[in-house]
């Protein structure tokens, strides 16, 4: 998506360690404008998938699943918890992650009434460089009986191997931009 990788561009820091920040757009201030495209490129990416959830993981995969449920009939939005909480009652799924850019590991949790089996579910998050949180979101998938109709990814790191991994894996794996490189004393980023 020509748009978001000339946000990308414009935007986004590169920082030691492959850590790419796009904080002042995607997730910390968010542009809805651009999320609202990122919604419609992913439906047409994945036209003709039935789609009843779209699930994601917090916090920032909810605004980019939000805009992306308009553009495929306002489904319900459902993201895995990286918190305990007083509010989640009844039985829940339960995976583990571990963060590459906060470098430690979270219990996610969904609420079993929220995935049932034979749901389609699309899955959507901002980043994909391990999978280590893709992989907890289809392992809730698994347990739940759903069928994963895709993965949509609004900024994949390609030299990294967790895009890799999942399309050899056959999923439908949608990066709206997949960095290729990054410099971090030069401040370049290249795309695929």
Same mark, same amino acid.
């Given at each position: 998506m020509k748009e978001l990788e000339e946000r990308i561009q414009r935007d986004g820091i590169v920082r030691e360690g492959n850590v790419l920040k796009v904080d002042n757009f995607l997730n910390h201030q968010c542009d809805v404008e651009l999320?609202? @495209?990122?919604?419609?490129?992913?439906?047409?990416?994945?036209a003709g998938k039935h789609i009843d959830k779209i699930l994601t993981i917090e916090a920032s995969g909810i605004?980019?699943?939000?805009?992306?449920?308009? @553009?495929?009939?306002?489904?319900?939005?459902?993201?895995? %918890?990286?918190?305990?909480?007083?509010?989640l009652d009844g039985d829940q799924y339960r995976t583990k992650i571990r963060s590459y850019t906060k470098k430690r590991e979270y219990n996610?949790?969904?609420?079993? %009434?929220?995935?049932?089996?034979?749901? @389609?579910?699309?899955?959507?998050?901002?980043?994909?460089?391990?999978?280590?949180?893709?992989?907890?979101?289809?392992?809730?998938?698994?347990?739940?009986?759903?069928?994963?109709?895709?993965?949509?990814?609004?900024i994949e790191k390609g030299f990294q191997p967790g895009g890799?991994?999942? %399309?050899?894996?056959g999923y439908q794996l949608e990066s709206l931009a997949i960095v290729q490189s990054m410099d971090a004393e030069a401040g370049k980023i290249e795309f695929a």
């Open positions: 999320y609202d @495209h990122m919604g419609a490129e992913w439906a047409r990416l994945f605004g980019i699943a939000v805009a992306a449920s308009r @553009h495929f009939g306002n489904v319900p939005v459902v993201f895995a %918890r990286k918190t305990e909480s007083i509010n996610v949790i969904v609420a079993k %009434r929220f995935l049932s089996a034979g749901e @389609h579910v699309l899955v959507i998050d901002d980043f994909l460089a391990m999978g280590c949180a893709l992989n907890g979101l289809l392992e809730i998938c698994d347990e739940a009986g759903c069928v994963v109709e895709g993965i949509g990814i609004a890799k991994s999942l %399309r050899e894996r």
